[in-house]
């Protein structure tokens, strides 16, 4: 498996909580142990981008989130080699 970078991971995540889930579905959805699971759920809760929805037990991406997914794919489909 090819390394990947914070960004990759984060819109992995980002990604996968769109429309909420678990952190058992998220983990296996974004290739994560655990314990990186837990690093990148503090920097993304911190930073606005991920929610924590105590009714459902389930993370949700934001809407700042969303945003950023949106701009990441617009990078992506502008220079595709340099991301993939």
Sequence with gaps: MKYRSRTEIT??????????????KIM?????????????FTMLIENGLLEYEDGTQKYRTTEKGLKLLKIYNQIEELIPSTIK
Aim: glycine fraction near 8%.
């Design 28 to 40: 296996y959805k974004s290739f994560l142990s655990y314990a990186q699971l837990k690093e990148y």
């Design 11 to 24: 819109v992995l995540i980002l990604e996968a909580a769109n429309g909420g889930a678990t952190k058992t």
